[in-house]
């Protein structure tokens, strides 16, 4: 999924507004970079954009250039992988489907939050956080204490809350391997823009069935 957004974050990033702070003195908190690899599992709200609820075990792995969102819809036992390569990309699919989206962006860095505006501090999911939005594109909360993420929401309506992080959590290579009717001659092949298939994901529509 950051995959897909990143292309509307670089457009969002142009539009950065200078940051009154930076003139006025004392400079505010900036986000905590991500570490290198994680695993952390996101509880994730749809409702406002058309959808329902997720479980999303979420395996961040930029040493090895991926970032697979495994999706766990509610009630549904047949999972979603969204496995996102470096190399542009992505690979949709559940037992039944898949679709190979292609973007000429790479999984975001680990500063990927780098630039954002900080709005001040907020509590939420019952934590006392540090709040920035990348150019009303994403909302980041971060724990004051901690600094581990605890939230971010989507310009859409979209919420993900972290239910847990875990530092250093990698997933073992072969849960990365797209299966073998993503590559059949009859596989879907979108040539999805950035922006559509972002906008799929976003309302949780995230895979075709032909
Ligand atoms: C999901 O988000 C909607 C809209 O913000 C909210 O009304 C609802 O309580 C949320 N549901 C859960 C389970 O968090
Ligand atoms: C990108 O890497 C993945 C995983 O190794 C591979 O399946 C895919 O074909 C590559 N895409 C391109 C355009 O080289």
């Known amino acids: 999924l950051l995959l897909l957004l990143l292309p509307l974050l670089a457009v969002a990033a142009e539009a950065v507004p200078p940051n009154p702070a930076a003139a006025g003195g004392s400079a505010p908190p900036v986000p905590t970079p991500w570490p290198e690899q994680f695993h952390a599992v996101m509880f994730t709200n749809l409702t406002e954009s ?37 190399n542009g990309t992505s690979y949709i699919f559940d037992s039944a489907s898949c679709r190979t989206i292609r973007f000429p962006v790479g999984v975001l860095p680990p500063d990927w939050l780098h630039g954002a505006v900080y709005l001040g501090r907020e509590s939420t999911d019952g934590f006392d956080c540090h709040l920035w939005t990348k150019v009303d594109f994403v909302w980041y909360y971060e724990d004051v204490l901690t600094h581990r993420p605890v939230r971010w929401n989507f310009f859409n309506g979209m919420q993900q809350h972290v239910m847990s992080f875990e530092v250093g959590g990698v997933l073992e290579d072969s849960h990365w391997q797209a299966p073998s009717h993503c590559f059949a001659d ?25």
């Open 50 to 86: 058309g959808g329902r609820l997720q479980l999303i075990d979420l395996y961040y792995d930029w040493p090895r250039g991926r970032n697979l969102n495994l999706i766990h819809n509610q009630l549904s036992g047949d999972p979603t992988y969204d496995v996102e390569w470096t």
């Open 186 to 210: 009859d596989a879907t092949a979108a040539a999805a823009t950035g922006t559509d298939a972002a906008s799929s994901l976003l309302s949780g529509h995230t895979s075709t069935r032909g």
